[in-house]
């Protein structure tokens, strides 16, 4: 959980979609329902996501991006982690959002495909 969540605060601290890669599904799309990412809600490919949050990261730029608490500890089943976004876009003043990612660590099927599953507002 920790390497994941690493791999999540680098690329939005960054503003580096392709960062994201390790962690997106192969053959599963994402999730994306969070009015906040300004993403039309739907299921995503890996390849969608990361030219739509490209997008996102030219716009939008990262003053901080912090979970929330600390990963939980590895468990079975989904986990959701909850995280803030705090970016400037456009010279308005910073923007402050909550997210949740949705990860599922291991699914038992060995072919090591990326955890993340979800991208939602943090409710």
């Known amino acids: 959980v920790d390497a994941v969540a690493a791999v999540i605060e680098r690329a939005f601290q960054r503003g580096d979609a392709d960062a994201l890669s390790p962690v997106l599904p192969r053959r599963l799309k994402v999730l994306v329902a969070s009015r ?11 390849d969608q996501l990361r030219v739509l949050l490209r997008r996102l990261f030219e716009r939008r730029a ?15 089943g989904p986990i ?19 997210l949740a990612f949705t ?7 060995g072919d ?11 409710r």
């Open 103 to 109: 990860l599922a660590l291991d699914d038992g099927d």
């Open 36 to 46: 906040g990412l300004g993403i039309t809600e739907g299921y995503y490919g890996a």
């Open 80 to 98: 959701t982690l909850g995280a803030r976004w705090v970016y400037s876009e456009n010279g308005a003043p910073p923007a402050d959002i909550g």
């Open 62 to 76: 990262t003053d901080r991006f912090t979970f929330l608490e600390s990963p939980p500890s590895e468990a079975p």
């Open 112 to 122: 090591g495909d990326g955890p993340l599953r979800e991208i939602r507002d943090l």
